[in-house]
């Protein structure tokens, strides 16, 4: 294969365009949770989407792997990065606002960090990042502000369940490295499958989907999870853990905060304060410093 070459520029346009997309995830959950029940919702959540991505893949002229140390890989990511975190954030988004998810949920650089100093080693921990780390979480508490964490504490289960989940999707940062060299299209297709494999049969047995009235704006949240939060935006995690490695990617979950708030103020009229702004020129720097790395890798092609 040749390689092509990527800028820094491409690459932060699309950490920006995961971090809207997984963003907007929250609130899809927030929605579809009202008149779908966590595991029917996330069963049918990467069902659509895998089946949208192997369409894809096919009309492409391309071909799934079919050796069993891919699929095995393909599982592992499967239950790291959806069956476990994307179940547990929507059972917990039952009772947890979809704010209060994003906030618990941009603790991934961090994890992503420490598993990676403590264990894996995989790649460069330098001062900058560590800065990184820090500046992320400076400007995360200054966004949200004190008042955004008076419920902190009230549902504490579902609230450590999102922590939980957030560690989760450290760990699949991590072991997404294994599938460097393949069409990012393919761990994203392949775990998607897996992932429906195993919460489609827990859907029949445990909600029986069939007997179930969802809302318009329920099923219409579904599709916008599945094409636009999980399809679209698997295909750009996995390019982005091999161009700015695993640590960067997870940089994202920082960003949503601000994009979220950047929502609230255009279409629902909210207003920042002084100490919102400065959290955001925290995050930008936190972003920067953890993402962008010596030299970019080069692009199979």
Same mark, same amino acid.
């Given at each position: 294969?040749?390689?092509?070459?990527?800028? /820094?520029?491409?690459?932060?346009?699309?950490?920006?365009?995961?971090?809207?997309?997984?963003?907007? %995830?929250?609130?899809?959950?927030?929605?579809?949770?009202?008149?779908?029940?966590?595991?029917?919702?996330?069963?049918?959540? +990467? &069902?659509?989407?895998?089946?949208?991505?192997?369409?894809?893949?096919?009309?492409?002229?391309?071909?799934?792997?079919?050796?069993?140390?891919?699929?095995?890989? =393909?599982?592992?990511?499967?239950?790291?990065?959806?069956?476990?975190?994307?179940?547990?954030?929507?059972?917990?988004?039952? @009772?947890?606002?979809?704010?209060?998810?994003?906030?618990?949920?941009? +603790?991934?650089?961090? =994890?992503?960090?420490?598993?990676?100093?403590?264990?894996?080693?995989?790649?460069?921990? +330098?001062?900058?990042?560590?800065?990184?780390?820090?500046?992320?979480?400076?400007?995360?508490?200054?966004?949200?502000?004190?008042?955004? &964490?008076?419920?902190?504490?009230?549902?504490?289960?579902?609230?450590?369940?999102?922590?939980?989940?957030? &560690?989760?999707?450290?760990?699949?940062?991590?072991? *997404?490295?294994?599938?460097?060299?393949?069409?990012?299209? /393919?761990?994203?297709? *392949?775990?998607?499958?897996?992932?429906?494999?195993?919460?489609?049969?827990?859907?029949?047995?445990?909600?029986?989907?069939? +007997?179930?009235?969802? %809302?318009?704006? @329920?099923?219409?949240?579904?599709?916008?999870?599945?094409?636009?939060?999980?399809?679209?935006? =698997?295909?750009?995690?996995?390019?982005?853990?091999?161009?700015?490695?695993?640590?960067?990617?997870?940089?994202?979950?920082?960003?949503?905060?601000?994009?979220?708030?950047?929502?609230?103020?255009? =279409?629902?009229?909210?207003?920042? %304060?002084?100490?919102?702004?400065?959290?955001?020129?925290?995050?930008?720097? *936190?972003?920067?410093? /953890?993402?962008?790395?010596?030299?970019?890798?080069?692009?199979?092609?």
């Amino acid at each position: 294969m040749t390689e092509r070459t990527t800028t /820094m520029r491409t690459e932060l346009a699309l950490l920006l365009a995961l971090a809207t997309l997984w963003g907007a %995830s929250y609130s899809f959950i927030k929605i579809g949770v009202e008149t779908i029940p966590p595991v029917t919702l996330i069963a049918a959540r +990467t &069902l659509i989407a895998g089946t949208l991505l192997l369409a894809v893949i096919r009309w492409r002229g391309l071909a799934m792997p079919r050796d069993f140390a891919t699929w095995r890989n =393909f599982l592992i990511q499967a239950a790291l990065n959806s069956v476990l975190p994307f179940t547990l954030i929507a059972w917990a988004e039952r @009772s947890v606002d979809a704010g209060m998810a994003v906030i618990l949920n941009a +603790t991934t650089p961090i =994890f992503a960090f420490l598993l990676t100093a403590l264990l894996t080693r995989h790649e460069a921990l +330098t001062a900058r990042k560590a800065v990184g780390v820090a500046a992320g979480i400076v400007g995360t508490g200054l966004v949200i502000g004190v008042q955004a &964490l008076d419920g902190a504490g009230q549902d504490v289960v579902a609230q450590l369940a999102i922590v939980v989940a957030t &560690l989760c999707y450290a760990g699949a940062a991590i072991f *997404g490295r294994v599938f460097k060299g393949l069409d990012p299209m /393919m761990p994203a297709a *392949g775990s998607l499958v897996c992932g429906a494999a195993i919460l489609t049969p827990l859907s029949l047995l445990v909600d029986a989907p069939w +007997t179930l009235a969802p %809302s318009a704006e @329920s099923v219409a949240a579904l599709l916008g999870l599945s094409v636009f939060s999980t399809a679209l935006a =698997f295909v750009l995690y996995f390019r982005l853990v091999y161009t700015i490695g695993s640590v960067g990617t997870t940089a994202q979950a920082y960003l949503r905060v601000p994009i979220g708030v950047a929502i609230g103020v255009v =279409f629902l009229g909210e207003t920042l %304060s002084p100490t919102a702004w400065a959290g955001f020129a925290c995050v930008i720097v *936190g972003v920067a410093a /953890m993402t962008i790395p010596a030299k970019l890798k080069p692009l199979a092609a």
